[in-house]
Nanobody, 124 residues
Framework: VQLQASGGGLVLAGGSLRLSCAAS????????IGWFRQAPGKEREGVSGISASGSTTSYADSVKGRFTISGDDRKNMAYLEMNSLKPEDSAAYYC??????????????????WGQGTQVTVSS
């Protein structure tokens, strides 16, 4: 599946953004979806993931209660709603997918297909 992330931008601390991940080439409903981020000089980290069935979601401790992952199978889209943004949330954000079940939705190595990054910058 081909993925394209969008929706990043510059926002003040406390603000909100919604990232979108558009899929093509396959039905996203068969895939587990993950959102990852990478800041300069840091490793890529898992932010949130959702199972193919949609029944299981996972969040990094740093974003719990602020970020929400969702999917729309009819539109072949996945989303990451980000609220109460902090400067430390600034990073390039990536969506990723893998068909079927995966044991750890926040582990980058579990995903096969990746979109390009979309930059999120949160100013204080």
């Amino acid at each position: 599946v081909q993925l394209q992330a969008s929706g990043g931008g510059l926002v003040l601390a406390g603000g909100s953004l919604r990232l979108s991940c558009a899929a093509s080439g396959s039905a996203l409903g068969y895939y587990a979806i993950g959102w990852f981020r990478q800041a300069p000089g840091k490793e890529r980290e898992g932010v949130s993931g959702i199972s193919a069935s949609g029944s299981t979601t996972s969040y990094a401790d740093s974003v719990k209660g602020r970020f929400t992952i969702s999917g729309d199978d009819r539109k072949n889209m996945a989303y990451l709603e980000m609220n109460s943004l902090k400067p430390e949330d600034s990073a390039a954000y990536y969506c990723a997918a893998r068909i079927g079940w995966i044991p750890n939705l926040l582990a980058p190595d579990n995903y096969d297909d990746w979109g390009q990054g979309t930059q999120v910058t949160v100013s204080s």
